[in-house]
């Protein structure tokens, strides 16, 4: 099976936002993780979920061009 042309950049852009945001979670996780989350780490964790969310709709519609 072949890919369409620019495919595997798409697929690339999109496989390291994921990585971007795995990272973050476990950056929070590690920076937070003083026999709990807490609160601020909670805050974190939902910070980089939204952020996360703003940034995959940025990348479809940068690649949606």
Do not use: H, P, Q, W
């Amino acid at each position: 099976m072949e890919l369409e042309e620019g495919m595997v950049r798409k697929i690339a852009i999109s496989v390291a936002a994921v990585g971007v945001f795995v990272a973050c979670i476990v950056g929070v996780g590690a920076v937070y993780n003083d026999g709990g989350m807490g609160s601020t780490g909670g805050l974190a964790l939902v910070g980089s979920i939204a952020l996360f969310v703003i940034v995959m709709a940025g990348v479809g519609v940068v690649l949606s061009e």
